[in-house]
DNA sequence: CATGAGAGCTTGCATTTTGCAAGTGAAAAC
DNA sequence: GTTTTCACTTGCAAAATGCAAGCTCTCATG
């Protein structure tokens, strides 16, 4: 099944990741999931920047349709659906901590993640692995 | 002075970035400049998606505004601008390397690419070093 | 020096997307 | 069996976007 093109699609790889996540919220929504571990709608509700749930929504479905997001009955409570990352989110890893890093060098308002932000530049394979595992927060 | 904060940052260095390139345009903007590139208007308006005129008008300005972008009268052609990246804006280079290589892994139909994405793979320092100094195209 | 053709925008307006608040349905908790 | 809770959906106002036309300033040409 053929996947439907956007009209910006031009073939250039960055216009193609543009197409999914060139947005104001799905990539936080991802980096929710990557790094603080949110797994179900009520946790990327809550996320640090109050995205409203119609948005967030439409997000996860588009996410889903673009096979970044998986949705999944909670076994344990009926009225719960669990989320996760699909190997092609997890593999966001790397543009995630490429675009933590280039905040950190540049917002002079970031001092407080420096700590967070070198230990990330020391080490950045390890936290790339812990992060496709879940298992950063 | 101070920078004007937007109403969804949230001291996260990924929303702080989407806060200056988290929407359709700005990245294929610095792409343009970065890889291809585009000094002026008229060729930043003839990129490969289609832009219209007042979405690149204000997405320069913002850019501008937010130390990405510098724009100078052009010194042989006075009714030219020259635009170009400041070292934040080059610092962008990894960030869209990562992305490039992300949509290469997982958009099927990147099969175009394949050659450019694994040579930038290959060589990834010096593809950075090239786009930093505007010597990718 | 008038004329015309770019280059780089700005403006107006229709369409689309977003944000906020309130509401719905089904499953748990009490 | 009534009330909460979770995961959404709906309605509507506000903002962003897309498209086309227009505007200004500069340079080249006759």
Redesign the interface.
Known sequence: MT?S?SK?D?????????DIF???WS??VI?DMAVKGARTYGELLAG??GISTNILAQRLKQLEEA?IVTKAKDPDNGRSYVYGLTE?GR??A?????????????????H??TGF?DKIEADRTGTEARMRAGELP
């Open positions: 996947q093109r910006y031009s073939g250039c790889p960055v216009a193609y990741a543009l060139g947005d104001r990539l936080l980096r640090w920047e096979g092609k593999d966001l790397p543009v995630l901590i490429e675009i933590a890093l280039w905040s950190g060098r540049h917002n002079p308002a970031a407080a993640m932000l």
